[in-house]
């Protein structure tokens, strides 16, 4: 009696092991699938599928990119802690940098294009020589892991965003931190609006906050999503701004009204990144659903559907002349699309 | 510029379940690696209580676990998470295993196996060690030497254990006369 109840137990286990395999494989070829933006009739995207370069080196995830002011230099940051700098005229690797002893969250370039800044997993922000690659200078007063990096327009400032929930601000040139602020939730992503004295900040509770630039005082706060928000980006009149959220959706904000203009849904997975291009003309989305989408910011109207990676798309961000979007992605890629025939459909 | 950070609550939590599974590991070994500390007492002491610390030390790695992937937001429908993770994750399977195996049904009911599956937590021991210094090697806070230090010395004394235990057996019987009784009160209480 008893073994056979003993076996009725296995058989159940068995069973419900074999279900809820099932339910997590169904689950992540959802997650996965390209599934085309369903557009109402009138509305018409065309899909890219070929991209003008893709650059792999190993396969590790890429969890960062940023772009040289003059398009030439890509940084990849990976998993592993290493940076790799491309040349993107070339394709070609220039050089692999061990950066990090943990993967590197966020990376930019100031706009002199002169110093290339990573923020890692390691609690550590490292400044480095973007032609040389070498190292200048750590600012180690972060607590917990870097989740994202922000350098002001002016190149003067630098926050950063820690998983201990606090927001930093240094003083690039004295390297001094200049302020703490605690923030109710962990900020995930940040971003200087284009006058440099609004720092914008999606956080894990959904709400987009936002801190005055030298005392890091709260500001106003978007609420509206319904998942942590991942990428915030502003306009480059900084009019606008978006954010990407694990909701699956991105929304639009309309900023002196203080108002949703859009929510854009396309996506069927988190979106993981925004960004406007530097004309303002477009507006692009990268989500777990392995696709990149391409929007009309003042219409909402969406335009491109970039398809290409074959896991997540992590980070995406636009070339100076707005006519390429370069992406990368958990599958340890990093592509870069034309965007020339977006910007025309419109 | 070496530096020690505060560290945050997940690696607090880690570092305590740690600690207690080191705990866990010690009297058998310390019985054979250091003789004389079977007349302090110590070692029975700390096989009265080994059972409740292996459980605490399980809910420690949950909570470590856990902080863990919600702060790092780790996907675990992708195989590269598994790659990265492994020996965390292999460890935290085996302290599973072993957590709900720890109760006088399963030892009844495993007979043998029950002793065959709970020496896994040799295994890992040096899977947690490997788990430490991948992942906290550069990540100075002030457990990680602490860490460092309590999974290496275990690991060493271990092995010299295994030395010693390899040396008693070779030894022809009646030469040592207290190796079978040694060996007796190990198998009894691994």
């Known amino acids: 009696m008893a073994k056979t109840t003993q076996k009725k137990n296995w058989v159940l286990f068995l069973l419900m092991s074999t279900a809820a395999t099932l339910y997590g494989l169904r689950a992540h070829e959802q997650l996965g699938r390209t599934v085309a933006y369903q557009a109402a009739p009138s509305q018409s995207i065309s899909t890219i599928h070929k991209t003008l370069q ?3 080196n190993n396969s590790v995830w890429i969890y960062a990119i940023a772009l040289s002011p003059d398009g030439e230099t890509l940084a990849s940051g990976r998993y592993d802690g290493k940076i790799e700098l491309w040349n993107l005229r070339t394709g070609t690797l220039r050089q692999t940098l061990k950066a990090h002893e943990d993967a590197v969250s966020s990376l930019t370039i100031s706009a002199d294009g002169q110093t290339l800044i990573s923020g890692s997993w390691d609690n550590r922000i490292n400044l480095w020589d973007l032609h040389t690659g070498n190292h200048l200078h750590t600012l180690e007063d972060a607590a917990d892991d870097v989740t994202a990096i922000a350098l002001s327009p002016d190149g003067k400032s630098l926050a950063a965003s820690a998983a201990d929930k606090t927001i930093r601000l240094w003083d690039l040139k004295s390297s001094s931190q200049l302020q703490v602020q605690k923030a109710p939730t962990v900020v995930l992503s940040l971003a200087f609006s284009p006058d440099g004295q609004v720092l914008a900040g999606g956080s894990r509770d959904g709400v987009v906050r936002f801190w005055q630039r030298d005392s890091l005082s709260p500001r106003v706060a978007l609420e509206g999503h319904q998942g942590a928000v991942q990428s915030v980006s502003f306009s480059p009149d900084g009019t606008l701004l978006a954010s990407g959220s694990e909701d699956q959706s991105m929304k639009v904000w309309h900023l002196s009204e203080g108002k ?3 929510t854009l849904q396309g ?8 960004a406007f291009s530097p004309d303002g003309r477009n507006l692009a989305s990268g989500s777990y659903d392995r696709t990149i989408k391409i929007w009309n910011p003042v219409s909402g109207r969406p335009l491109k559907n970039l398809v290409g990676h074959t896991k997540s798309v992590q980070s995406i961000q636009f070339s100076p002349d707005s006519q390429t979007l370069v992406s990368s992605g958990s599958d340890a890629t990093v592509r870069v699309w034309p965007i020339v025939a977006a910007t025309a459909l419109q | 510029m070496f530096r020690l950070d505060y560290p945050p609550l ?3 939590a880690g570092f305590i379940a740690a600690l207690l599974y080191v705990i866990t590991l010690l009297p058998t070994i310390l019985r054979v690696v250091f003789p004389s500390t079977k007349t302090t007492g110590i070692p029975k002491s700390l096989l009265i209580q080994r059972r409740l610390l292996g459980i605490i030390a399980f809910l420690m790695s949950v909570i470590h676990g856990y902080w863990l992937v919600s702060k790092r937001e780790l996907d675990f429908l992708d195989f590269q998470t598994y790659w990265i993770y492994c020996q965390g994750i292999i460890t935290f399977l085996i302290f599973t295993l072993l957590a709900i195996t720890s109760n006088d049904w399963s030892v009844k009911k495993l007979k043998k196996n029950w002793k065959k599956l709970h020496q896994l937590t040799y295994f890992a021991m040096f899977l947690l060690l490997w788990h430490v210094i991948d992942k906290m090697w550069g ?5 990680t030497p602490p860490s460092l230090v309590i999974t290496g010395a275990i690991t060493i004394l271990f092995l010299v254990r295994m030395i010693r235990e390899n040396h008693q057996s070779d030894k022809p019987k009646g030469q040592n006369p207290e190796s079978p009784a040694t ?3 190990a198998s009894k209480t691994d």
């Not at chain 1, 996506?267 to 925004?274: K, M, T």
């Open chain 1, 260 to 262: 949703l203009l859009h």
């Open chain 1, 267 to 274: 996506h069927n997975a988190p979106v993981l990144s925004v």
């Open chain 1, 54 to 56: 893709t650059l792999k």
């Open chain 2, 10 to 12: 997940a690696n607090w």
């Open chain 2, 139 to 143: 990540h100075w806070t002030w457990v």
């Open chain 2, 183 to 185: 060996k007796e009160t």
